[in-house]
């Protein structure tokens, strides 16, 4: 035994007399990703981007130590393909998934096996990932299950329905069905935000000593309108005149995507976006205590604009101020959102960029940070440059957004131009719209008329970027 030690310990202590490598001296820790997707927010739904009814003080100190983005697109103008489109860093004209469609009686049709997800590439580079939130890409046990598409740890909602649902009767955490007996039949006991969000502290303090991708899909502010009374109480009788909605409050549907009823939507939105701001800043003051901060990188954005479901009453709040449209439109207040990203000492405090990017930047831009190689596929630039203050050399040529619902909705936007074609499917309905966004933001004026050749170069463009998929048909695709 003897023989082996003294060889070891000499060994040891051979290697530490050693002086240290210029490269262990200077190599950086791989730094962590946090990325916050609210769900439904509108453009103009926090106050840095001009909310006046109430105030986002956490996420506003975001863009106060960071960049503000003012041309920023969501991947789609619902959850599923916008997420999709994250995930992948593809378009909806190419991304596997571009619809809502469901899958019974939980979930919705899965993510394609070959799909390489950021969540992958992240983890294949020695990452820890977690995904927390509302999920929406894959039925549980699926090829699409968040485990099978690269995350260490999900807890939340698997299903968009159920995440309609704010005191659930159920959650999933990985393959195990949690169930919430303080739900059970009428009861309101557990906010399902409040416990996934203390699931990805729990993360965030388990993973501080390696370097790890938090995904945190929000089920904020959708409908539902509910938030716990102490939130609602804040803004009682402050936003009159005040609206009620009547909706599922029993029956088969109840907790089962049915939206419940709500006496005071306004005081609910707002108190909604409040407990949101309220858990950003809880995270940032989590990574601050555990001496992470400064290693962290920080996106806050939103999936699609702000809806009209359950109550919602987004013209109140101005929500998609200054821009037109809602959820399910393809102009600009469907799909144009607020995004932020704060790094410290490395992205410029109280900055703002018009730089022209969308979701499936997203891919590239961490891959450029975390310095991990992207699939040929992917549809997406990174915007790295622009976070750093540098030079942004490669730029979009075009965006383009496809949805499959509402008689079928194509927009592409190339410089200050976009084409917006509503009732695709049936082609002697098809409105063909142009805008230029720098004089006519609000889509209000279609000139579409005045530049015959601008509408027929952007209408290539809709149609060089629309790929078949085997999984969503296209109007009347074969």
């Known amino acids: 035994m003897r023989k082996l030690i003294l060889p070891t310990i000499f060994g040891i202590l051979l290697l530490a007399c050693q002086p240290k490598t210029k490269t262990t001296e200077t190599q950086p820790a791989k730094p962590n990703i946090i990325y916050i997707l609210a769900d439904d927010l509108g453009y103009g739904d926090l106050s840095c981007y001009g909310q006046t009814h109430f105030s986002t003080p956490n996420i506003d100190k975001l863009a106060e130590n960071g960049m503000l983005f003012t041309q920023h697109y969501s991947g789609s103008t619902v959850c599923a393909p916008s997420r999709s489109a994250l995930m992948t860093g593809q378009h909806t004209g190419h991304t596997p998934i571009r619809g809502n469609k469901e899958w019974q009686p939980e979930g919705q049709f899965p993510i394609v096996p070959d799909a390489v997800t950021i969540a992958e590439a992240l983890k294949e580079a ?73 699931e990805a502290i729990r993360f965030i303090e388990n993973n501080k000593d390696q370097p790890f ?92 604009g702000p809806h009209l479901e359950g109550g919602a009453d987004p013209d109140y709040f101005n929500s998609n101020e200054p821009l037109k449209g809602y959820k399910r439109d393809l102009y600009e207040g469907g799909i144009r959102v607020p995004m932020i990203a704060m790094w410290d000492g490395k992205i410029k405090a109280a900055s703002s960029t018009d730089h022209i990017s969308a979701f499936w930047d997203v891919f590239p831009t961490v891959a450029e940070v975390t310095g991990i190689s992207t699939p040929d596929s992917i549809d997406g630039i990174s915007f790295l440059p622009t976070l750093l203050g540098e030079k942004q050399a490669e730029q979009h040529d075009y965006l383009y957004w496809e949805f499959h619902e509402k008689g079928g909705r194509q927009a592409v936007r190339k410089g200050d131009w976009k084409l917006v074609r509503y009732n695709v499917f049936t082609p002697e309905k098809t409105t063909t719209e142009l805008y230029n966004l720098t004089t006519d933001v609000g889509e209000e004026n279609n000139v579409a008329s005045d530049h015959p050749e601008l509408v027929e170069e952007l209408s290539a463009l809709i149609e060089k970027s629309h790929t078949k998929s085997d999984l969503f048909k296209f109007g009347n695709e074969e």
Not at 175 to 193: C, D, F, H, M, W
Not at 224 to 251: H, M, N, Q, S, T
Not at 267 to 295: P, R, S
Request: glycine content about 12%.
């Open 126 to 198: 020695g990452y820890t990932t977690g995904a927390f939130g509302k999920w929406g890409l894959g039925y549980p046990g699926s090829e699409g299950d968040p485990n099978m598409q690269g995350f260490d740890e999900f807890y939340g909602y698997n299903c968009q329905r159920m995440g309609h649902n704010y005191y659930p009767y159920h959650l999933w955490h990985n393959q195990e069905k949690v169930v919430l007996e303080g739900n059970s039949g009428k009861k309101t006991e557990a906010y399902g935000p409040e416990l996934i969000h203390n």
């Open 213 to 304: 991708f938090m995904y945190y899909p929000s089920i904020i502010p959708h409908a539902e309108l509910f938030a716990p009374d102490e939130y609602i109480a804040k803004y009682r009788g402050k936003l009159e005149p005040e609206k009620a909605y009547i909706g599922v409050d029993d029956g088969p549907n109840y907790k089962q995507g049915g939206y419940g009823s709500q006496q005071e939507t306004h005081a609910a939105f707002a108190a909604m976006v409040d407990y949101l701001d309220m858990q950003v800043g809880e995270i940032v003051a989590k990574l601050k205590e555990l001496g992470i901060y400064e290693n962290t990188l920080i996106i806050f954005t939103s999936d699609n």
